[in-house]
């Protein structure tokens, strides 16, 4: 299973930015697909999850501004960032649970892409 991320960038304060993951391989069902971030000298954070019944939650901090949503096929999900702030600025990870093919369970990390917002 591969995660693929990309989508960020240097924005100003105000902008907005989307943010793609892209799960590809064996996959047989997507149980959750995240998206964390974490910003230099802190922890990796949650920012949004999507489940396998579309359902969606968010922390507190990006509620109201930012939204995750996915493809049909639910192989790739979507992080529509809005009204972006200094403080959003971070590395922003993927992270998917799966159920392979061969029916083990799959729980990993994509690359991470940079999203920078400027005052």
């Known amino acids: 299973v591969q995660l693929q991320a990309s989508g960020g960038g240097l924005v100003q304060a105000g902008g907005s930015l989307r943010l793609s993951c892209r799960a590809s391989g064996s996959i047989r069902s997507i149980n959750a697909i995240d998206w964390y971030r974490q910003a230099p000298g802190k922890t990796r954070d949650l920012v949004a999850r999507?489940?396998?019944?579309?359902?969606?939650g968010y922390a507190d901090s990006v509620k109201g501004r930012f939204t995750i949503s996915s493809d049909n096929a639910k192989t790739t999900v979507y992080l529509q960032t809005q009204s972006l702030k200094p403080e959003d600025t971070a590395v922003y990870y993927c992270h998917a649970d799966v159920l392979t093919t061969s029916g083990n369970r799959y729980v990993g990390w994509g690359q991470g892409t940079q999203v920078t917002v400027s005052s």
């Open positions: 999507m489940a396998s019944d579309g359902s969606a």
